[in-house]
């Protein structure tokens, strides 16, 4: 079966450093694209940045120029290095397998999430 596992999430202070991982099986993960969304408490889950099979990446603009996504096909595992965290960048962020097309995120499978808490 499809598995995507997160880890790296935790407390972190106002301006700090948290790297995600997201480990994948089942999947043939060079032929698919990546992203990772978060979601906070009453709100909606949102695309926080995305990365295609070869490489192209996209981010919202909330977080552009502080988290860098990446991934590494051998190790069959997508990351989320997020720098300059803020109170507002605090949720619970969900790893996805899925296609990227003109600019738009399908997800087909996601992983269990991960909590991250940013503290003032």
């Known amino acids: 079966q499809v598995q995507l596992v997160e880890s790296g999430g935790g407390l972190v202070q106002d301006g700090g450093s948290l790297s995600l991982s997201c480990a994948v099986s089942?999947?043939?993960?060079?032929?698919?694209?990546m992203a990772w969304y978060r979601q906070a408490p009453g709100k909606q889950r949102d695309l926080v940045a995305s990365?295609?099979?070869?490489?192209?990446?996209r981010y919202v603009d909330s977080v552009e120029g502080r988290f860098t996504i990446s991934r590494d096909n051998a190790k069959k595992t997508a990351y989320l290095q997020m720098n300059s965290l803020k109170p507002e960048d605090a949720a619970v962020y969900y790893c996805?397998?899925?296609?990227?097309?003109?600019?738009?995120?399908?997800?087909?499978?996601w992983g269990q999430g991960t909590q991250v808490t940013v503290s003032s």
């Open positions: 990365i295609t099979l070869n490489g192209r990446t």
């Open positions: 996805a397998a899925g296609r990227d097309a003109f600019g738009t995120f399908s997800p087909d499978s």
């Open positions: 089942g999947l043939v993960f060079r032929l698919v694209d």
